[in-house]
């Protein structure tokens, strides 16, 4: 287990198209979380899980996102109707503990 | 609500030099504060928990609860410290707090 892996790594697609993105976490790693980070910014929050359990989404999470993490192990999250916007640096990290553990991330561009 | 402020987008220092990267906070209980660092094209990995108090590549931070900071120091920076660095806070196991970054250049 080398850590956290994030597929793909870049995606490129056209606005109104719908994407999946999945992060794979550390084995051992009961909570997996994800953010979102756009140049010149640290990452925010979207949504983390805790075992299979969602148990808290951030107000940028908006009804076009959605994330699931069937059986407590990988995670995906998905976009619909992709807009513009959503053009930025999807990052996975797991932990069990307090320190999170990332991954390289997934760069989405909308054009 | 949490804010993590981390005032200077740029730093640039000689190698050699002593280095300090500021980072101040709000939040009303006892968070967790962290510094992440990200070189360049690699992955954002953990430097430094202000709990475990320990000292990682040289670097050290120590919590001032009365100044609400968390500044992150070295005393000699190297060339190879160049990176974005994050500081980050989080209550109990739940989400991460980031500053904005500060990119650091260690020039020769």
């Known amino acids: 287990d080398t850590g956290v892996s994030q597929n793909p790594r870049h995606k490129i697609t056209k606005r109104g198209q719908n994407v999946t993105f999945r992060c794979d976490p550390i084995?051992?790693?009961?909570?997996l979380y994800w953010y979102r980070q756009t140049l010149g910014q640290g990452p925010e929050f979207l949504t983390y899980f805790q075992n299979e359990a969602q148990l808290e989404k951030s107000r940028l999470l908006s009804d076009r996102f959605s994330a699931e993490r069937p059986k407590g192990s990988f995670s995906t999250l998905e976009i619909q109707r992709t807009e513009q916007g959503d053009s930025a640096m999807y990052l996975c990290?797991?932990?069990?503990?307090?320190?999170?553990?990332f991954g390289p991330g997934t760069r989405l561009t909308v054009t | 609500a949490q804010r993590v402020t981390q005032p200077e987008k740029l730093l640039s220092v000689f190698k050699g030099a002593p280095v300090e990267l500021k980072c101040n906070y709000s939040y009303s209980g006892s968070p967790e504060l962290f510094w992440y660092v990200q070189y360049s094209r690699q992955r954002l990995q953990l430097l430094l928990r202000h709990i475990s108090r320990e000292s990682i590549k040289g670097f050290t931070a120590d919590l001032n609860k009365g100044e609400t900071s968390f500044h992150l120091k070295k005393p000699f920076a190297q060339e190879e410290d160049s990176a974005m660095y994050y500081c980050?806070?989080?209550?109990?196991?739940?989400?991460?707090?980031f500053g904005q970054g500060t990119i650091l250049t260690v020039h020769p």
């Open positions: 990290a797991s932990s069990y503990s307090y320190e999170q553990y």
């Open positions: 084995s051992e790693h009961n909570r």
């Open positions: 980050a806070l989080t209550v109990g196991y739940g989400k991460l707090t």
